[in-house]
Each structure stands twice: as C-alpha cells, then as structure tokens.
C-alpha cells in the first residue's frame, strides 16, 4: 500500500481496528466495548450553512454499544472531541455523494454532525446509521 500523508492506510484494517481501540480504552464506561471504529470525514455545521462550503478534517470515529466517540486524527494528539449517548443523537439523512457515504446526525445543539465515509469503510457507516437511528434498541451483530 502506498502511504498518503499522516493518514494511517498504510496498516492493514485489523491493526488500525487495534490502535484505534487502545487509545480509546480509556474513555470507554464500565463493560463498555469497542463495536467498530475507523477515520472519517467530520464537521460540526450550523443547521443554516450550505454543506458544500465547509471543509472537514479527518478524525477517528469509534462505536460503542451505548456511545459515539470522535477523536482527534493527529499522531501525537488523540484528544477526545465527542463522546455522544446514542439516544441523544438523531439521524438527520444518509446518502451516497459520489464515492463518500455521507451521514448527517442531529446532535441537538442547533448544529449538524457531517461524517463522511471513504468507500472502503462504507460497511462502518451503515453500522453508525443503524445505531444512530434505533438508539436505545440498538444491538451489534454477533461475530
């Protein structure tokens, strides 16, 4: 694989899983488990900004069985930047824009939660709208 960047593709999808989990163990609750995790394209828009003009940032996006957490991408700083209850988020609209699979999620501050997902992860994507929109029902799939 060729690297791009800092942006960690370069390590194969069970080590990233791996790393990921690690840096997010701290701020799991009690029996809570890591379910799914993995970069997306993110940004926080006010309800009445065009979403076309607003530039995301790459972070690491971990799904628990009650939570949502957003960490920050760079090496050196993993600072947590969201750490949502699913039942306090709702899902506004999923689609396919071009080779993204783009989720917009109601956090209920009056702002948008954009995440866009790369085609590789888009099977990630469908497990956070899934859990987004069941909140509370929501189970994952045994492995």
Not at 105 to 114: K, S
């Amino acid at each position: 694989m060729r690297p791009v960047g800092n942006l960690l593709f370069t390590m194969t999808r069970s080590t990233r899983s791996r790393r990921v989990a690690e840096f997010a163990a701290p701020h799991l609750l009690g029996d809570e488990h890591v379910v799914a995790a993995g970069p997306v394209w993110a940004a926080f828009v006010p309800r009445s900004a065009r979403l076309l003009f607003r530039g995301r940032h790459l972070r690491w996006l971990v799904l628990t069985e009650r939570r949502l957490l957003m960490f920050d991408h760079r090496r050196r700083r993993r600072d947590l930047l969201l750490a949502k209850s699913l039942n306090g988020l709702r899902l506004e609209r999923s689609r396919t824009a071009g080779p993204l699979l783009q989720v917009l999620i109601d956090g209920g501050v009056d702002r948008l939660l954009v995440l866009e997902f790369p085609r590789r992860d888009r099977a990630f994507g469908h497990a956070v709208v899934l859990a987004v929109s069941t909140g509370a029902d929501w189970q994952p799939a045994e492995r």
